[in-house]
């Protein structure tokens, strides 16, 4: 495992613990807490082969960018399936938002 996968590994567990702060993770905390991973695996994958081709284009951080952001709107319509977002899944959402590290754009 690298670097980037065991801080995505901290992330998830960072998230989780927020789920049980209260004590339980409710159904629909575990559903959003499933996406978040798979959201954080294709995020790293897509992350590591911008960082395998060595620096980082204006054109490639805006791709990952926009992928993030494609992430962030998947949790967050998962979390809003039953049209009501708990406290709970929005602490984990927010934490989950300002988690994605956006590597630095090479000099031109």
């Avoid at 989780?16 to 995020?43: F, H, V």
């Amino acid at each position: 495992m690298n670097d980037s996968s065991d801080n995505f590994a901290e992330k998830l567990n960072l998230l989780t613990d927020i789920a049980k702060k209260d004590g339980i993770i409710s159904n629909d905390e575990e559903k959003l807490l499933r996406q978040m991973k798979i959201s954080y695996d294709e995020y790293n994958q897509q992350l590591q082969k911008i960082l395998k081709e060595g620096r980082v284009s204006k054109e490639k951080y805006e791709c990952l960018k926009q992928f993030r952001d494609l992430q962030i709107k998947k949790n967050y319509e998962i979390a809003n399936l039953d049209r009501k977002i708990s406290q709970d899944e929005m602490r984990i959402l927010i934490a989950f938002v300002v988690s994605f590290d956006l590597p630095e754009v090479a000099d031109e």
